[in-house]
């Protein structure tokens, strides 16, 4: 029961199965591919060298469910926000003082009528504005 619950890095990741690799530093050894857990069927994979918590089902590395990330000197959480979600490329949603935003180089909206932009959405109030403008001249 001595290694059940460990900290380990990422070594490297199959984004093709949802598993990864994790190293030990402490036992200079790496895992077989473990499964990520997931939380409501959200997944984002982690980055290699990233600091996780690994469940062990043995007392070996062999099987296991890499639980996730947890927040520690290097990584701290987001200040000042209720609740925040990094995504790749700098792209964050969040709750913070009743608002939330949703932040990325490019925004769409996708149903079944079709797909709009959020730079076509602020374009067409621009034009609006401006027809505004002229009728009430």
Known sequence: MKDVI???RISSINPETGSVRV??????????????FHFHREFKLPKVNDQVIVLHLSNDTSSGVVLGG??????QPPKQAEYRKDLEDGSYEMLQNGNFLIHSPQISLRGEAGTVTLSEILEMK????????????
């Open 6 to 8: 460990r900290v380990g």
């Open 23 to 36: 190293y030990y530093p402490d036992k200079d050894s790496t895992t077989s591919e473990l499964p990520l």
């Open 70 to 75: 947890f927040w520690h000197e290097i990584d």
């Open 126 to 137: 621009s034009r609006l504005e401006t027809l505004e403008r002229r009728l009430e001249e």
